[in-house]
């Protein structure tokens, strides 16, 4: 390997962050026995002579037939440090290995240092963070395969097959441990029925809460602002620019780019955005923070696994880059225009991180929508969510600013309880 390029792999793993409770395992070690598990499981599939899904064949295709990703994908494996090879070391390594996980639905496991709730996160973690995963995950063409095969998951995790994690053993999610963790009492189940009621894994990860757990915040006074999601906060940020470099330390939010050059960026230069980060455990269906009327509602095909550079190696496998994936990454863009001029335009991004990245919008161009009234949801994966607001439309964010410098340790917060007061 180049000293050079080495030189800085080595540096990347000198200043690597702890992975984020509940959406990895809890150590390097548990993530290292899990990828171990999974390639026991690859060699299962191998002496069945399993056969490739087409997603994962199509992906094969692209590495046999364009030399720039297969250099790239045989870079990142190979860059992996060897004490975190356990389990992916060939490009057919890594294809069985997402044919495996495809079909199958992720498990809870009751010891808190085994639970692996995003295993295409942890296939990835290693890999994503070297100079030619950095690489390899802004191929545009590579990155289109990658999204057709989470898709392909995406399609099983619909389907009523997915729900055989959905018990009530230890290392189910309707165990004792899971109900408590995901606090699933706040939620519509019915436990009377077979699996509580969920017709499928997706059902369960994007349950509908109850209304008395999340009541709107200022009913009637349109000075409230209230979230869109339950999370923690990431960080707001004031005076936003058109253009900025989001990809530098910091990572400054670029509204061009947030919004995809939509005819409405203008409106927001100088404005505010308030982000957070919705955990695995999160409830993961988002509402209106304002009164209004939609407008242009419409999901932007972006990137999955691509980290900033400048957030170093990161085990969380991409939380430590939300401002910059809030440019780049699979999101959707929810415009609402209050009837009030001083508040004017509010964009609702939901953004999809790694896995599924799965965004659905259920409502549609001109739809009148009262503040706290569903917008959307996510299926199984990370997402972190941007609201953006016009300049002068916030008076002062009534949640505590995240100063600590973890984008994942800011304030909680919860669905339709108020963030803001308007001018």
């Not at 441990?177 to 029925?193: C, G, I, S, W």
């Not at 299926?379 to 984008?407: K, R």
């Amino acid at each position: 390997m180049n000293p050079d390029l080495e030189k800085d792999i080595e540096e990347r793993y000198r200043n690597s962050f702890g992975v984020v409770a509940g959406y990895l395992p809890e150590n390097r070690a548990a993530l290292d026995e899990w990828q171990l598990g999974l390639m026991q499981q690859v060699a299962d599939e191998r002496e069945k002579g399993t056969e490739l899904r087409p997603s994962v064949k199509n992906l094969q295709d692209l590495i046999d037939s364009d030399g720039i990703v297969r250099m790239y994908v045989t870079e990142m494996i190979d860059q992996v440090r060897p004490e975190h090879k356990k389990g992916i070391h060939t490009i057919p390594d890594l294809l069985q290995a997402l044919n495996v996980i495809t079909k199958t639905a992720p498990e809870y496991r009751r010891n808190p240092r085994d639970r692996n709730f995003f295993p295409m996160s942890s296939l990835f973690v290693y890999m994503m963070m070297t100079p030619a995963g950095e690489a390899a995950f802004r191929n545009e063409d590579f990155n289109d395969a990658i999204r057709d095969i989470l898709k392909d998951w995406c399609d099983f995790l619909d389907r009523p097959e997915s729900r055989t994690v959905l018990t009530e053993d230890e290392n189910g999610w309707l165990s004792q441990a899971a109900r408590e963790q995901n606090k699933l009492y706040e939620f519509v189940t019915d436990p009377d029925e077979p699996y509580w009621g969920f017709r499928s894994y997706n059902d369960y990860f994007h349950r509908q809460i109850k209304d008395e757990f999340r009541p709107v915040a200022g009913l009637g006074d349109p000075k409230v602002v209230v979230s869109a999601n339950d999370g923690t906060l990431v960080r707001y940020v004031r005076g936003v620019k058109r253009s900025d470099n989001f990809w530098i330390k910091g990572q400054p939010y670029s509204l061009v780019n947030m919004l995809d050059s939509d005819d409405y960026t203008d409106r927001f230069i100088g404005g505010d955005v308030f982000q957070s980060f919705l955990s695995g455990a999160d409830y993961h269906r988002w509402r209106a923070p304002i009164d209004g009327i939609v407008r242009m509602p419409r999901v932007v095909e972006g990137l999955m696994f691509s980290n900033a550079e400048t957030a170093g190696w990161d085990t969380t496998a991409g939380t430590k880059s939300q401002c910059y994936q809030a440019s780049v990454n699979t999101r959707g863009l929810v415009f609402i225009e209050s009837k009030d001029p001083k508040m004017g335009m509010v964009c609702v991004i939901p953004i999809g991180i790694t896995e599924i990245s799965s965004i659905t919008i259920s409502v549609k161009d001109g739809q009148p929508v009262e503040k706290g009234q569903e917008l959307g949801y996510f299926s199984y994966g990370g997402s972190s969510m941007c609201l953006v607001f016009q300049p002068g439309a916030i008076d002062h964010f009534t949640v505590p600013q995240n100063t600590g410098g973890d984008d994942n340790a800011g304030a909680p917060i919860f669905v339709n309880s108020q963030i803001a007061l308007a001018r």
